[in-house]
């Protein structure tokens, strides 16, 4: 997610959307899982929060580069 992508058509961004959401799943939702398994509802509500701000964050990158970009439109 770190290295920039250059997203020339719809199936670029899918494929992007697609490469996002299963590194965003396989670390967050992984600690969801093991705090709803394991942990207090503190644990829950921390993970569920720690996994909605991985989704902000991927979302506004996009933004961000909507924005950096938008002179070349």
Do not use: C
């Not at 799943?25 to 992984?30: A, H, P, T, V």
């Amino acid at each position: 997610m770190e290295d920039p992508m250059h997203v020339g058509n719809r199936g670029d961004f899918g494929l992007w959307a697609i490469e996002v959401a299963k590194q965003i799943i396989s670390e967050q939702g992984f600690e969801l899982a093991k705090a709803a398994r394991d942990g207090t509802d503190d644990d829950v509500r921390t993970a569920g929060n720690a996994l909605g701000q991985a989704i902000t964050d991927a979302l506004m990158g996009v933004y961000d580069g909507l924005l950096e970009n938008a002179d070349e439109l």
